[in-house]
C-alpha cells in the first residue's frame, strides 16, 4: 500500500495559521506567474514548491529536471499559502488557461488541487480533492474550466504520473489569458470524480480491500455484530480463482447488505502501465469479472495502492458513466505496521486520522493484527458519534440503498 498523493501537505510548517484569512481573493483578473523555478524553497508568488515521494530533482538556471521512476511521485508548487484557499474562479469564468513550459517527456499529468473546506491544513484530508489532465494532450495551455473541482478553494498545481522513465524539465507555470491564435485545444474528456471524504453529513465508510479468505468470516461477524454495513473493494484475480472462496466471500457479504466495489483485475500501479490498452485490460477485465461473478455493477473504484493519473481517470470515465475514484482520508497503515513489533500502531493510526476530521477509511483483512484491530476502529468511531455506512451512502448517491 503507497501513501496518497495529499500526504505530502502535511510536513508544510503551520507557524501562521491561527491569525491567516482562510481565502486568498484576487484583487484584479489578470494574468500571473506562479513558478519559474528560480529558487528552490519557493515559487514566484513567495509560496512553497517541493517533491513529494521522494522525487529527484536538479534545479538549473530557471528550470527544473524531476527524475522520476514512480507514478505516485510529484512536484507542486502552491497558488496559496497551506492555511488558505485561492480563489481562481473568476480566472476561470474569463476563459483564461494553465500554461505549463516544459521539455521532455510529455507523459505526466497536471493536476489542479482544491484544499479542504475550512482550508485548514491541520485537518483530513488535505488537499480534499484534485482534478487531472494528460499533458501530452493540451501539449502547453489548459482551460481552466477543464480542471473539475471547487476552483473557490484552489490550493496549488502539481505535476506527477510520469509514466515511463523519461525526464522532465518545467520551466513556467502562470496563468495566462489563452493560446496563441491557431492553437488546437483539445477536448475535455470524461474522467473519475475523485473523492477522499464522505460528503453526508456526520457519516464514516469502511472502504476495506482485499484480504485473506481465512479471515473473512471473522470480519463478517464483527461487522454484524456491531451493525454496520461497509464497501469491500475487490481484486478480480481472486474472483476468479475458485481456490481462494472469494466468490462465495463476496457474494455472502453482497447478501448481507454489504457494497462490492472495483479495485483492478490483478492489483499494479496503473498510472505505470506503459499502454492505454494495458489500463483498458485491468479495467474491463475487472468490470467484467464483478459482474460474471458476482452478478454485479459498480461505479465506485479504487485505485490500488492509492496511485491515479489522468489516462486511468480518463478511462475510467470512457468504460463508466459517473465513475467514482475511492482513495481515502483515514488509513489504518497496516500496510507499514503489521508483521512489525508494534502492530498497535495501527490503531494509533486510525484514531489520529480519525480526529482529525478523516471519515473515509482504508484498511486490509490481510494479517490478524489487524482484524483483532477491527472492532476497537468501529468502536473508536461509534464514540466520536459518527454514523457508520457504506461508500455510496456516505457519498450520497441517490442509487444507493436507504439508510433506513
Given amino acids: 500500500m503507497g501513501s496518497s498523493i495529499f500526504l505530502y501537505f502535511l510536513s508544510i510548517s503551520l507557524s501562521h495559521i491561527a491569525n491567516a484569512a482562510p481565502f486568498a481573493s484576487p484583487t484584479s483578473i489578470k494574468p500571473f506567474v506562479i513558478d519559474t523555478f528560480k529558487d528552490s524553497k519557493r515559487n514566484d508568488l513567495g509560496y512553497w514548491h517541493g517533491a ?10 530557471s528550470s527544473i529536471r524531476l527524475i522520476a521512476s514512480d507514478p505516485d511521485q510529484n512536484f507542486h508548487t502552491q497558488i496559496t499559502p497551506s492555511e488558505k484557499c485561492f480563489d481562481l474562479s473568476p480566472y476561470r469564468d474569463q ?12 507523459r505526466f499529468g497536471i493536476s489542479l488541487n482544491q484544499q479542504n473546506a475550512n482550508c485548514d491544513p491541520t485537518r483530513m484530508p488535505h488537499p480534499e480533492t484534485w482534478d487531472t489532465v494528460e ?22 498545481v502539481s505535476f506527477s504520473g510520469i509514466y515511463r522513465r523519461e525526464n522532465l524539465t518545467l520551466y513556467n507555470v502562470e496563468i495566462v489569458d489563452g493560446p496563441p491564435r491557431g492553437f488546437h485545444v483539445p477536448e475535455k474528456l470524461a474522467s473519475g470524480r475523485m473523492v477522499l471524504r464522505c460528503s453526508r453529513p456526520n457519516s464514516f465508510a469502511f472502504g476495506i480491500d482485499d484480504g485473506q479468505p481465512k479471515y473473512a468470516q471473522e470480519v463478517m461477524d464483527i461487522l454484524a455484530d456491531e451493525g454496520i454495513k461497509v464497501t469491500f473493494f475487490a481484486v478480480s484475480t481472486g474472483l476468479r480463482d475458485p481456490s481462494t472462496n472469494f466468490t462465495q ?20 500501479k496503473m498510472e505505470g502501465l506503459a499502454e ?5 485490460d485491468e479495467l474491463k477485465k475487472s468490470i467484467r469479472t464483478l459482474n460474471e461473478t458476482l452478478g454485479l455493477k459498480s461505479r465506485y473504484f479504487r485505485p490500488p495502492f492509492g496511485t491515479v493519473g489522468a489516462r486511468t481517470r480518463q478511462r475510467l470515465g470512457a468504460l463508466i458513466t459517473d465513475p467514482y475514484i475511492v482513495n481515502w482520508s483515514v488509513d489504518i497503515e497496516d500496510w507499514i505496521w503489521t508483521g512489525t513489533d508494534t502492530p498497535e500502531k495501527q490503531l494509533e493510526a486510525f484514531k489520529r486520522d480519525v480526529k482529525k476530521g478523516g471519515n473515509l477509511a482504508v484498511m486490509h483483512y490481510l494479517h490478524p493484527t489487524t482484524v483483532s484491530y477491527m472492532r476497537e476502529a468501529i468502536q473508536f468511531v461509534k464514540a ?14 441517490p442509487e444507493s440503498p436507504s439508510l433506513y
Fill in 95 to 106: 476563459r483564461m488557461f494553465l500554461r505549463v513550459e516544459f521539455s521532455g517527456t510529455p
Fill in 276 to 280: 492505454l490498452s494495458d489500463i483498458d
Fill in 249 to 268: 466471500v463476496y457474494r455472502e457479504m453482497a447478501k448481507k447488505g454489504h457494497q462490492i466495489a472495483l479495485h483492478s483485475y490483478s492489483h499494479p
Fill in 384 to 397: 466520536q458519534g459518527l454514523d457508520i455506512m457504506r461508500v455510496d451512502q456516505c457519498l450520497e448517491d
Fill in 52 to 61: 513529494g515521494e521522494d522525487l529527484p530533482v536538479e534545479y538549473g538556471d
Fill in 135 to 156: 499533458a501530452e494532450r493540451y501539449i502547453a495551455y489548459v482551460p481552466l474550466s477543464h480542471f473539475k473541482i471547487d476552483q473557490s478553494k484552489v490550493l496549488s
